[in-house]
């Protein structure tokens, strides 16, 4: 139940983006691939937020305001004036906030313990591998990298988002979702980046991607889902 006398004006951050809405969960954030992982799980599970748009081009994620609830200023972070004790909690890192979603809800984490474990093994397998990897073969394909005469420092990041693919798609071959056959957030962290990694970073043909047909197949069935397509968007870019 929300309590609806939250009180969040301790927190510097909403002096910069000022809730309207105290009593609901507070999310900072940007469309990108693991911003719209917030935005998507709270889609997926209905609980209700106030979204703020953290805008790259002027720098929010290095302001004051922004730095007082996530020092690592990046995007996404949440304030959840409903949390733990029925204290506000800040909190920053994509997969620590799904994972806290998960467990405040009782949805996409599965209960039983093994099954749970095995979920945030797969969640920090994106965290660590897919992400990063992925990131990197945007920034030498796409981006500034791309100018590079030497292709080595592409070529090893391509090849290592090729092994982790192969390893996605080996699961994913047995498997309706990366976990087994129930949709978690191991799903959520990992689809949006994949997305991306095809879409926006234009790198299919670069990755070969036409030979990860279980993973296409899965990540079809993501972005078709209700939820996926609504927190792709996200929140809204500024005109």
């Known amino acids: 139940m929300s309590d609806l006398s939250a009180d969040l004006s301790p927190f510097p951050i909403t002096r910069k983006w000022p809730a309207a809405h105290p009593e609901r969960l507070q999310l900072y954030s940007l469309p990108t691939p693991n911003g719209v992982k917030v935005s998507i799980m709270l889609e997926e599970i209905g609980l209700p937020y106030e979204v703020h748009l953290v805008s790259f081009q ?95 420092p592409r070529d090893r990041y391509v090849n290592e988002a090729k092994r982790l693919l192969a390893v996605l798609d080996a699961r994913l071959a047995t498997h309706a979702w990366i976990v087994g056959d129930e949709y978690t957030i191991a799903d959520i962290a990992t689809f949006p980046w994949i997305r991306n990694l095809v879409g926006f970073y234009e790198a299919a043909d670069l990755v070969e991607f036409h030979q990860f047909k279980h993973v296409q197949r899965a990540l079809d069935a993501f972005v078709a889902r209700p939820a996926v397509i609504r927190g792709l968007d996200i929140p809204k870019r500024a005109a």
């Open 58 to 152: 002027t720098d929010d994620q290095l302001s004051p305001a922004f730095v007082s609830l996530n020092p690592n200023n990046k995007i996404p972070a949440i304030l959840d004036p409903n949390g733990p004790n029925g204290k506000p909690m800040p909190l920053f890192e994509s997969g620590a906030i799904l994972w806290y979603l998960a467990e405040k809800t009782g949805k996409l984490l599965p209960a039983d313990p093994a099954a749970r474990y095995e979920t945030l093994q797969w969640v920090m397998f994106q965290m660590g591998g897919v992400g990063p990897m992925f990131g990197q073969v945007g920034f030498f394909h796409k981006f500034a990298g791309k100018d590079f005469e030497d292709k080595r």
